[in-house]
């Protein structure tokens, strides 16, 4: 069985993008995320650019639990523990992280 690494990032993606302040949980790509922490090869990262401290206070402000992914930094390849990921769900249109990039229709 092979493991797939799939990385969800915060700002515009898992967070609301209706203004640069809102802290409301987009409950679309959310669900992409309940859904794939079930397989039993899907590795899950959530990262940002705001680096680790942050993904953990969103998760936890959602009650989301941190146990099961990887929280990482966008900015510092050291944070992701599987290395690069084999998709990344993403909000920017140039985004490239990822060997696939999978760009959310949030703007």
Known sequence: ???????????????????D????????????????RHMKNVRIMVWSG????YVEQFLN???????KFCLASKLDPSTWRWGKPDI??????????????LIVREK
Do not use: S
């Open 1 to 19: 069985m092979n493991k797939v690494t799939v990385a969800f990032d915060i700002d515009g993606t898992l967070r609301c993008n209706c203004t």
């Open 21 to 36: 302040t809102c802290q409301d949980l987009n409950l679309r790509v959310a669900e992409g995320l309940y859904f794939m």
């Open 50 to 53: 705001g680096g680790v401290q």
């Open 61 to 67: 402000r959602h009650n989301i639990g941190t146990r």
């Open 88 to 101: 990344a769900v993403d909000d920017q249109q140039g985004f490239a992280l990822g060997t696939v990039n």
